[in-house]
């Protein structure tokens, strides 16, 4: 016979033994294709807002420039813009201005910026999905701010960003200069921050170097550190909930494994049957292993679909808050699937192979056991 | 299954390339930093350019204020002194 012949047999009679005790089965490929929905979920999550943000920040200042005063971040002087663009290596320098209204009535942080788009009129805005969802807002209309002396700013709203931006732009407000700087009253010559555009990566180190010759009181974050910042964060809120997850997943294990471990009599009367008739111990362990490998793979395809469901297609409902973030203005995007084999290995690695192992152990020990001990145990 | 899943997600990764180019433009031309998760603090709406202490600058011994805070590792390049 040959050997996928044999293993072909050995899958069948694997099938026939799980149908026969298919109570203990089921209720075990339940509770396994749960978990396994829960860890795949996580992964999926924090691998879809990993990837996301890495394509989206690839659009972000090379170097950032941002000037301290007493550990805090304070606005830094125009006149820093120049020096910093004569630096071998710089595309460009530009002054950014931007802060945070903390709108009282609805209690939520506006993220106010400046641009010098020659769309925006004096006076208009352009406006996050996040905000017109909030102030009722749309192109046409107009929004109104208190001011800082308290009396209220009338806004017109020149445009809305549109919905696939809400991960970036939810929450912003865009204005021409002059207003932000009336808005907040920031005099002219000073800005929130500097950013540089330097194209050549080997170049950057070199370039942040001399950034901090020349502004000795300051502080220089390069777009890798806020990539990194980001894969931290993701990896860090699915470790939480991971940690969580741990528990049940220990639980899971040692049931399996007490399960297997205290094998029902009749599966002890199989085993030494097969062993009485002629079975090695080698098939023997085959056809246990067939057994997991069926309750297992089971698993982890319900419980892998389930997961892509639930994060892909009804937005990750159980834990979005946790994964995505929490607020009162909570941006709207649905997570791009990010699947690939990298993470279906993960996920079988985790979920699978610890399952095989308490599984066939237990098997392996009572089918090294002698037949006629096994049968009168049975 | 599990290929139609991966096909599937490929898929739908390609039909986002547009919708993704419209933003990757907007960050581009406002020079966005940080993604929009949590607005509800400076420090956890944009964690990238947050001051070391900034979830505690209140007053000193303050503690984060931001519910956000508990779910938000502080990026390691704060952690190192």
């Known amino acids: ?378 | 299954m599990l290929l139609a899943l991966l096909l599937h997600a490929a898929w739908l990764h390609r039909a986002a390339g547009h919708a993704r180019s419209e933003t990757l433009r907007l960050v581009e031309r406002l020079e966005l930093t940080d993604l929009c998760l949590f607005p509800g603090a400076p420090h956890t709406r944009h964690p990238s350019l947050a001051d070391r202490h900034s979830a505690f600058h209140h007053h000193p011994t303050a503690l984060d204020l931001a519910p956000a805070g508990l779910l938000l590792g502080p990026p390691s390049r704060l952690r190192t002194p």
Not at chain 1, 214 to 236: H, K, Q, S
């Open chain 1, 1 to 378: 016979m040959t050997f996928i012949a044999r293993h072909r047999r050995l899958l069948t009679l694997a099938c026939s033994a799980i149908l026969r005790h298919r109570t203990r089965h089921v209720s075990i490929l339940l509770v396994y294709t749960a978990l396994v929905f829960l860890f795949a979920s996580v992964v999926f999550c924090v691998e879809a807002l990993k990837r996301e943000a890495r394509l989206l920040l690839q659009g972000a200042p090379e170097i950032v420039v941002q000037r301290l005063v007493a550990g805090r971040h304070e606005p830094i002087p125009a006149e820093l813009v120049e020096p910093l663009r004569r630096i071998p290596g710089v595309q460009r320098a530009a002054g950014r201005l931007w802060g945070y209204h903390f709108d009282e009535e609805r209690r939520v942080n506006f993220t106010l910026i400046a641009s010098e788009d020659p769309r925006l009129a004096p006076r208009a805005v352009a406006v996050g999905r996040g905000v017109a969802r909030l102030l009722g807002a749309e192109a046409g209309g107009r929004i109104a701010l208190r001011g800082r002396g308290g009396e209220e700013v009338s806004f017109a709203v020149a445009e809305v960003f549109p919905s696939a931006s809400e991960l970036v732009a939810a929450d912003l407000i865009e204005m021409p200069q002059e207003d932000l700087r009336a808005f907040f009253g920031i005099p002219e010559g000073l800005y929130t921050d500097i950013t540089l555009r330097v194209a050549n990566e080997n170049e950057r180190r070199v370039v942040a170097s001399k950034v901090r010759g020349l502004v000795p009181d300051g502080r220089v974050i390069l777009r890798e550190e806020i990539a990194r910042t980001y894969e931290e964060l993701f990896d860090w809120r699915g470790g939480v909930l991971l940690a969580v997850f741990a528990s049940l997943a220990a639980s899971f294990l040692l049931l399996a494994w007490s399960q297997a471990a205290g094998l029902e009599e009749e599966e002890k009367r199989e085993i030494g049957l097969l062993k009485a008739v002629g079975w090695e111990l080698s098939e023997v362990l085959a056809l246990k292993t067939w057994e997991a490998i069926t309750v297992s793979l089971t698993a982890f395809l319900l419980g892998t679909a389930l997961a892509y469901l639930h994060v892909f297609a009804a937005g990750a409902f159980l834990f979005a808050s946790l994964m995505k973030g929490w607020s009162v203005l909570y941006p709207r995007f649905a997570l791009d699937p990010a699947l690939d084999l990298p993470q279906v290995t993960l996920i079988v690695s985790v979920a699978v192979v610890p399952f095989l192992l308490a599984s066939v152990i237990p098997s392996w020990r009572a089918a090294a056991t002698e037949p006629d001990r096994l049968l009168r145990q049975a």
